[in-house]
């Protein structure tokens, strides 16, 4: 299951890729917003979130207008790696080295089919393990306790 948020600037792009994911078959869950009304992106980002910290979703998909705000805010939630992304190589690297569990796409920055070509390559990337681990495992670490050893 994939969560899915986006404020209003994101909705646009938030219901190409609904429309995407149905065509592959994957099932999602929408934490809003739902309309064009003009909405702030914490609220949103922050409750596709906690639906992957907490286990209801595997992973998260979210959408504001450049993809940043909505992926700071997601960041905020502990056990949340969310990058922004708006090329398939970081959205790779993103999957191999650094184990991400949420995708933020801005509706501003990426066109429809590039947007598709960063889900697609992000959905499908595995972690590698190995070096990565132990630098994942780091940032958990501080996620958790707010230090680094
Ligand atoms: C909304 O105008 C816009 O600021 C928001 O969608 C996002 O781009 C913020 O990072």
Redo the contacts with the bound molecule.
Sequence with gaps: MIALGS????LPLKRVIMKYLEEKGLEYKDYGTYSEE?VH?PVFGVKAAKAVANGECDKGIIF???????S?SANKVKGIRCVSCSEPYSALMAREHNDTNMLAL???VVGDEVAKMIVDTWLNGEFLGGRHKIRVDQIKEVDETGEIK
């Design positions: 404020d209003h600037a994101g003009s992106y504001c207008g450049t993809g940043v705000g909505i700071i801005g509706s501003r």
